[in-house]
């Protein structure tokens, strides 16, 4: 692990020792800003460095610099090696010294130390985090997740805590009777995962309770900068309740925040859209009949302590008891396009309305000229309904809840969708399959362990801050400031498999290509707010198929609604940034991984470690795999971002071979009628199956996770004896030993080749695995799958004695050729790799010239709201022809015909 607090070096020592280390390590990478903007008010940003094989030993240290030379204070540590013991992937955090330059210098040095350190201690039932600027007391215990934030000796905020409001029955009629009850969070575990110099990071482990009952585990980090007057939250938690008696009503984060300023120099501020704000006083004294004074107004507009009110205008001073106070205050958010603010004296009176609008920013304040808390809500209208609400202002205490989950909305409400259409038996759930699309069995449409991650952050103000200020944090909390390396640097490592280039635009038909990348895009992205995609648990998803006919994505038509990773659209988007750099596909895929690492796979119970297939609802087909839950998803975002939520999601699958004792993902079409789930024997395929489970596996070795010794041996030995197949990939499937992690070689010859196998992973995982591992036998095996999916009949059934059948996906496999082409110096397999490419398959990916690569305008009585359609795109196609793309441009660019 690397140092975390390396001694400051003089500058000019640096200076003297850069151009010697540049000789040796190669060019230093350049860091910016993924969007402009510069850090803003945000507290520091964490940014994840890729390393070429063997470029930096495990122990080096790094410096960070300005353009112009200055240090910006670093934290720096591995997030994984290359198998010699080097470097490959660094995670480093910064903070002050960050400004809104538009590129640093990440050079191999001592790093700088901050001039005011983040501190850790801990002492009896709490843990302090002092950045040098707030300090946190958090607590190990009981309900109070945050005790205090004070600044300066002040105390800002005290008694941060989870509330969670449940109701046992859904009011489906015209009369409401539903009771609720309310659960408050409680602490099981609190650990510090980071002590400083630059960041430090606490995590919070419980659940929701009530009496004797105790549900709704929570997952909560803390994140603190050095130097920083905020900290952040990432706020999980994963559903374990009964679909039809557990309806959440409200989930929200909750402080309370000292009042202690006079009525009229408290102060109320919500954000509307984009830098609007509603700007108020508890007390205010503008409007009124009689005026205090020009500069008493406008001081308490600024939010500035106002003078003595004996120096007002006496008319107002000796009337202030009669003015209202305005201490209630509610933002909701109960759709993504509209919002509603109101307001009230105080309980028992009516509310009075405040304004609204579309999009809130999901932003607030309140406190006063000594103090107060600004607070926040990442993605608020998008994973609606979400809610704003600050109590009591006008008492000694306010009391602020950030929800999650609105109580003025709908109960959350995830009971399964339909009755079961008397699909009891295996031969009347196919017939379903073979109508809409979905694989239905009773009881398998549970969002029992499915997961949800929320980000939150908090300012300690020292005084109600400036107009400015507030939509700088605003901005801060909206789009998290993050710092990047570049394109060049990303391929210049030669991580995830070497498989992507930068953008490249050099000839008439690269240019082609990278117009109709850009198309592919621009339309998806286009359709999530066309078709509103948003919402707590579906934001990050797109749909699967388009119906023409009713203008309309088929998000009732089993599994053609939600598209759950269906062949890999995360990891086209990944490639797509990581190759182009580009904010927007940056910030798509983020919310992708965010959902569907965690939506679409479950986390608790007998399933824990699968994901569920596309469908109406992201939990409802009965196929639970692992090419869905798959780490290959996951990896990118958490080597950019260290994200230690995604780093938990993968950790937790390197056992998820165990799943497959529990569930048989083949049990309806398994020709073996007597095959059952053995300890010793299970059923294993190479393709969807060993993808997943091998990405799972490279993961935690290449971060030596806990478990990175057992995740090794798994991967080396299950490349060994599927290396050992007599027909090796084509093999299909063998019996694994869950005790040995190898599996059984059969010696009968099989052929067994689905269209699906390749296309969730397995291609990318085996570019990896091969370049990291040193295996003839297995590299052998791959490529002759890669050589022979796209062969002709009479190719394949003169190399295995039979042909593969009538395969599709063939655009999307026309990456397999352009590897093979690769590792074979096979020119001949180079020219098969752009034909397949390009040429026409019937119902098959986006052909070069027979789709029109273009979208038209729809309007109404068609559509609900006017837009665009290009009924010719589906996710699957889309996902299949971008890694096909990005694979064959960078493995065979210089050989694309015209």
């Known amino acids: ?328 205050y509610t933002l909701s958010q109960l759709s993504a396009d509209g919002f509603t603010l109101r307001k009230r004296t105080k309980p028992g009176h009516g509310w009075i309305p405040a304004g609204g609008g579309g999009r809130a920013t999901g932003f607030g304040y309140v406190g006063g000229v000594s103090g107060g808390l600004s607070f926040g809500l990442r993605d608020f209208w998008e994973k609606f309904p979400a809610q704003l609400d600050i109590r009591g202002a006008a008492g000694d205490e306010a009391e602020v809840t950030l929800w999650l989950w609105s109580p003025e909305a709908q109960p959350m409400d995830l009971r399964f969708y339909h009755d079961g259409l008397g699909q009891d038996t295996y031969a009347e759930q196919l017939e379903g399959l073979n109508i809409t699309y979905e694989d239905y069995e009773p009881k398998f449409g549970t969002p029992y362990g499915i997961a949800r991650t929320s980000e939150l952050t908090f300012w300690a103000n020292a005084a109600t801050p400036s107009a400015d200020t507030l939509v700088q944090q605003a901005a801060a909390l909206r789009t998290p400031p993050q710092l990047v390396a570049g394109p060049a640097d990303l391929v210049r490592a030669k991580v995830f498999g070497g498989l992507f280039s930068p953008v490249d635009r050099s000839t008439a038909a690269k240019a082609k290509i990278e117009d109709r990348l850009d198309f592919l895009f621009a339309y998806h992205k286009g359709q999530v707010e066309q078709r509103r995609w948003y919402g707590f648990w579906d934001y990050g998803d797109i749909m699967h198929t388009y119906d023409e006919d009713r203008h309309q994505w088929r998000y009732d038509v089993g599994g053609y609604a939600w598209d759950n990773s269906e062949l890999s659209p995360d990891l086209w988007l990944w490639l797509a940034y990581m190759r182009s750099g580009r904010a927007d596909i940056y910030r798509f895929a983020e919310a992708m991984t965010r959902h569907t690492g965690e939506v679409d796979a479950y986390h608790l119970g007998k399933w824990t470690g699968l994901g569920t297939r596309h469908g109406v609802q992201h939990f409802a087909d009965s196929a639970k795999q692992q090419r869905i839950s798959t780490a290959l998803y996951r990896r990118y975002l958490y080597y950019l971002t260290a994200d230690e939520r995604i780093g938990d999601i993968m950790h937790a699958l390197v056992d998820s071979d165990e799943s497959f004792l529990v569930l048989d993902p083949q049990r309806k079409v398994r020709p073996d009628p007597d095959y059952k789930p053995d300890r010793h024997a299970l059923s294993i395929g190479f393709g969807t199956d060993w993808s997943g489970l091998a990405g799972a596996w490279l993961t935690e070795w290449e971060r030596r996770g806990p478990q990175a010794e057992k995740a090794e041996a798994r991967l080396r030995s299950t490349m060994e004896t599927i290396a050992a ?11 694994y030993d869950l005790d040995t992690g190898k599996y059984a070689i059969d010696d009968k010859p099989k052929v067994s080749v689905s269209h699906l196998s390749a296309v969730f992973g397995l291609v990318e995982v085996c570019a990896e695995v091969i370049d990291l591992i040193d295996l003839p036998e297995f590299k052998e095996a791959w490529l002759d799958y890669c050589r022979y999916f796209n062969a002709t009949k009479a190719e394949q059934k003169a190399r295995y004695g039979t042909d593969f059948g009538s395969l599709i996906l063939v655009q999307g496999h026309s990456r397999l050729d352009a590897y093979a082409a690769v590792q074979l110096k096979d020119d001949t397999l180079a020219a098969r790799a752009w034909q397949k490419f390009t040429e026409f398959h019937e119902g098959d990916g986006y052909p070069e010239d027979s789709v029109s690569w273009k979208s038209t305008k729809v309007t109404g009585p068609d559509v609900l709201v006017p837009g665009v359609e290009a009924p010719w795109v589906s996710t699957n196609a889309t996902a299949q022809y971008g890694l096909a793309a990005i694979q064959n441009l960078a493995l065979l660019g210089d050989k694309l015909p015209g």
């Not at 984060?253 to 009042?259: A, I």
């Not at 197949?725 to 019996?735: D, I, R, S």
């Open 1 to 328: 692990m690397l140092a975390q607090n390396a001694p400051q070096a003089h500058a000019a020592d640096r200076a003297a020792g850069r151009a010697a280390e540049d000789t040796a390590t190669g060019d230093p990478v350049k860091i910016t800003w993924l969007e402009e903007g510069g850090l803003g008010a945000a507290a520091g940003s964490t940014f994840g460095v890729p390393w070429p094989k063997g470029a930096h030993p495990a122990d080096r240290t790094f410096a960070l610099t300005t353009a112009d030379g200055k240090d910006v204070p670093l934290q720096t540590w591995a997030t994984a090696y290359w198998p010699d013991g080097s470097l490959k992937w660094t995670a480093h955090a910064a903070g002050e010294g960050l400004g809104d330059g538009t590129a640093y210098r990440l050079t191999a040095d001592e790093p700088a130390a901050p001039a005011k350190k983040v501190t850790v201690t801990e002492k009896g039932g709490r843990i302090t985090v002092d950045t040098g600027v707030i300090k946190a007391v958090i607590g190990k215990d009981g309900e109070k997740l945050v005790r205090s934030v004070t600044r300066g000796g002040t105390e800002i905020a005290r008694d941060g805590r989870l509330v969670l409001l449940r109701q046992g029955d859904i009011d489906d009629g015209d009369h409401g009777s539903a009771k609720w009850d309310r659960f408050d969070g409680e602490i099981s575990a609190a650990k510090v995962e980071q002590k400083g110099p630059v960041r430090a990071v606490v995590r919070i482990d419980g659940k929701h309770r009530k009496g004797g009952r105790g549900w709704l585990p929570f997952s909560v980090r803390l994140y603190f900068y050095a130097g920083a007057d905020s900290f952040r939250m990432v706020h999980t938690i994963t559903f374990d309740g009964d679909q039809n008696k557990d309806f959440i009503r409200g989930l929200g984060v909750r402080f309370s925040v000292p009042m202690r300023d006079e009525a009229y120099d408290r102060h109320i501020r919500i954000a509307g859209e984009d830098k609007g704000f509603l700007t108020e006083a508890v007390k205010g004294i503008t409007g009124l009949r009689r005026d205090p004074g020009a500069s008493v107004r406008k001081a308490q507009v600024k939010g500035e302590k106002l003078a003595d009110p004996a120096t007002w205008d006496q008319r107002v001073t000796s009337r202030l008891h009669l003015i209202p106070t305005w201490g209630d």
């Open 725 to 735: 197949q007599t027909n090796g990939f084509v093999q299909g499937a063998a019996l």
